[in-house]
């Protein structure tokens, strides 16, 4: 089957790169589309919590959803302007080059051959994934470079198994591999205490710690990340002016924090002195022209949605039941990798 | 009782002998005949007597029967505990980890995500009226009584009237698009209206695969050997991914429509086949005795042989309709929300992780309840067309 997938998806890569070559003469086309019809098709994954899923409600959120809900709010000044289109896995990039979405803003991680061969660009990651290790708050380890001799729970025969091997042989430390094959069986094993560690991406962890723990906090997820899942929106190639406002719309909400604008000090900030802050918040015209969109582009990305600590703690962080740590997600100011260029 | 056998005159049955548990029953009345049943209370032991006669007359019965008591005991009383005696029925899920059995508070907090999907949930009223409406038509439409022209006339202002509830834009309800549906209604539309387009289409497949003419019976089979060969989740596939990369660049067909036609394209090659199965029993003679009275292709096709091919085929169409209902969670791959989907869904929240057993067990309800009426239905509607049959 998967095979079967992969064959299609060349199939489809092939046909959208003959589109991609004859498509490239009528640049801009994505972002006059999206003016044209008054909202921005995002698409989403079905269904995974803190990322994009529909509430008890029906409604969507998550930082994901809050990406999509960005670019909107820069584009028509209304967060609400977007339609959500459900992907699965197989689907998720032949729907962004067929041109059924805009914008594919689906825990996608960006590597090279997808962002090369498949007729689509990635923007800026808006959040780093990685293979983690959560332990039992009890034995008080702050990282994972304390692991030398655990017990590690593991799911065999995967990458993330290959991971574990490489991280403690490069650090010159050993461990014993708990291997079970299923999912729901290892996590019991791991909260039984028959590992000291369990292993997986760092947001997969804590799902399962949201599942299955009635205090998040007797469990920490370490720091380190030993594998790279930079999770990024991806656009259409060939329309430089939608893909700047896809990017620019995420570094606003990053610049927005540093500078400690929030939804709900926004509206005050609009007096003040800091030359940066007046240019961000459209104070100072010219990057809203820059980008083709109203001069208070950024002051309704942070109104409405918000600045990017404040998405990050509502949908994955402390104020959502997964009370994921920042780690790699904090600002380059607070030792994490979240970092806007200029605004000018 | 219209006939009584003298006990030493019970009827042997004939031909090959019956296997050890039919016994019983061909012993059963003869038995009773002999001795008719007493005033004086010995009614309350005849259940006995039967548990004798049924379940323990012969040493291998009587282990199998035990067997089963065993397997019934070690089953049934777990079963109850975790499904009823000890489920927790409402509030937090907290209360469920501290409760033995089955949580169904889980259903009852995500019950309306799970039936409606991502449908505004202050309008959910409306897809909850629409699917009443369809299923109600459903059951009507099945009634012997009620087939009749106006049932035509009902069926046409039931599609307008969801059209009406599920979109909106008109008479003051909002506008609901339909990447916005999902659950029931999902499941129940994309299903039925498979089956009603299938149907017919599958019948002119089916003829024209005995056509004589080598355009149309090419065709025919080419179709139906092509469906047949693949799985529907590439139909699906093919259908919502690929079909759009060959659209110019903007031109989209809606999600919904794309699928269902490919399930009604898929479900019709293989009601096709059940179909010739109709029609290749029929006896030559029929087709002959239509042309010696000079009945013309149609007449003798709709008049002759449809009428007795379809009756024939009632089981294996009904077969194909249930597989059809129980295919639509497929959709989850091209990104639909179904029932099934939604119910997925549904399990992702961290709160509700580990109940997600819970919600399988109703989704899966709730397609058996679909499934078994089907079934059900069928029966009785192949009684009624036999009735006039021996078979």
Redesign the interface.
């Known amino acids: 089957m998967k095979s079967r997938l992969s064959a299609l998806a060349i199939a489809a890569t092939l046909s959208v790169s003959a589109l991609a070559l004859s498509g490239t003469a009528q640049a801009g086309a994505t972002f006059d589309g999206v003016k044209q019809k008054g909202y921005v098709q995002c698409g989403v994954n079905l269904g995974l919590y803190g990322f994009s899923s529909p509430d008890d409600k029906g409604k969507w959120s998550g930082l994901d959803v809050d990406m999509c809900r960005a670019v909107a709010a820069a584009m028509f000044g209304d967060a609400e302007k977007v339609k959500y289109t459900p992907l699965s896995a197989q689907q998720r990039l032949p729907a962004l080059q067929s041109g059924e979405i805009d914008i594919l803003a689906r825990n996608t991680t960006r590597t090279l051959t997808r962002d090369t061969a498949n007729g689509l660009n990635f923007g800026p990651t808006n959040y780093f994934d990685g293979q983690g290790f959560m332990v039992s708050a009890k034995l008080g380890l702050k990282s994972a470079k304390q692991l030398n001799g655990a017990t590690v729970c593991v799911l065999p025969g995967t990458t993330t198994e290959q991971n574990v091997s490489d991280y403690f042989r490069a650090n010159k430390m050993t461990f014993k591999p708990v291997v079970i094959e299923k999912n729901e069986e290892l996590n019991k094993a791991f909260f039984a205490g028959r590992c000291d560690a369990l292993t997986s991406d760092a947001s997969q962890l804590a799902a399962i710690r949201a599942a299955e723990v009635q205090n998040p906090n007797d469990y920490v997820i370490l720091p380190e990340l030993i594998s790279k899942e930079p999770l990024s929106p991806a656009v259409r190639q060939g329309d430089e002016e939608w893909m700047n406002l896809v990017i620019w719309a995420f570094y606003a909400m990053v610049q927005a924090e540093e500078k400690g604008l929030t939804s709900e000090n926004v509206d005050a900030a609009m007096t003040s002195p800091d030359p940066d802050v007046k240019r961000l918040l459209g104070v100072t015209a010219g990057n809203g022209k820059a980008l083709g969109v109203e001069e208070n582009w950024a002051f309704n990305i942070i109104k409405q949605v918000g600045n990017y600590a404040q998405s990050f703690e509502r949908n994955v962080g402390t104020g959502s039941k997964l009370k994921m740590p920042r780690g790699q997600n904090a600002l380059y100011t607070e030792g994490g990798m979240m970092y806007a260029p200029p605004m000018k | 009782m219209s006939k009584q056998f003298p006990a030493d005159q019970a009827p042997i049955p004939t031909g090959p002998v019956p296997p050890a548990h039919w016994a019983a029953s061909y012993e059963e009345e003869p038995t009773q005949a002999s001795t008719p049943p007493q005033a004086n209370g010995m009614t309350a032991l005849k259940p006995f007597g039967w548990a004798k006669d049924n379940l323990f007359n012969t040493p291998l019965n009587t282990v199998l029967t035990l067997a089963c008591l065993a397997l019934l005991w070690l089953v049934v009383p777990p079963a109850a505990n975790w499904l009823l005696l000890k489920a927790s029925w409402s509030g937090s899920s ?1 209360a469920c ?1 501290e409760a033995a059995g089955a949580c169904w508070s889980v259903i009852v ?2 019950h ?2 799970i039936f ?6 202050d309008e ?1 009223w409306r897809p909850f009226l629409a699917c009443a409406l369809f299923v109600a038509m459903l059951g009507a439409s099945g009634v012997r009584a009620f087939w009749r022209p106006w049932l035509a006339v009902a069926w046409a202002l039931t599609l307008v009237g969801m059209g009406v509830l599920m979109w909106g834009g008109v008479a003051g309800l909002s506008y609901v ?1 339909n ?2 549906w ?1 659950g029931l209604p999902i499941t129940l539309m994309l299903s039925v209206f498979s089956i009603a387009i299938a149907f017919p289409l599958s019948i002119l497949l089916a003829l024209g695969r005995q056509s004589s003419l080598p355009a149309i019976r090419t065709f025919c089979v080419g179709f139906i050997e092509t469906m047949r060969g693949v799985p529907l ?2 139909v699906l ?2 259908a ?3 079909f ?4 110019p ?2 031109v ?1 067909v809606d ?1 919904l429509l794309r699928a269902l036609a490919g399930m009604t394209l898929f479900t019709a090659a293989y009601l096709a086949e059940a179909v010739r199965g109709g029609l290749q029993a029929i006896p030559k003679g029929q087709y002959e005795a239509a042309d010696a009275l000079g009945l013309s292709y149609w007449q003798k096709t709709v008049l002759i042989v449809l009428p007795q091919a379809l009756r024939i085929v009632i089981p294996p169409i009904v077969n194909q309709f249930i597989s059809a209902f129980k295919d639509t969670s497929l959709v ?6 179904d029932l099934l ?1 939604a119910a ?2 549904a399990t ?4 509700w ?2 109940y997600f057993a819970e919600v399988y067990v109703f989704a899966g309800l709730m397609f058996w309840i679909f499934c078994f009426s089907m079934s059900r239905y069928s029966q009785w509607l192949e009684r009624l067309a036999n009735r006039y049959t021996r078979r």
Do not use: A, H, N
């Not at chain 2, 759009?244 to 659209?247: E, N, R, W, Y």
């Open positions: 907290e980890r907090v995500k309306r995500l409606f999907g991502t449908y505004p949930y959910q698009p990447d916005r999902g989740v590439s596939f093919m919502s991914v690929m759009p990369l060959f659209l660049e903007g989209t999600k989850t791959i091209v990104g639909l929300y989907t997925t869904v992702t929240d961290p709160e992780r580990p």
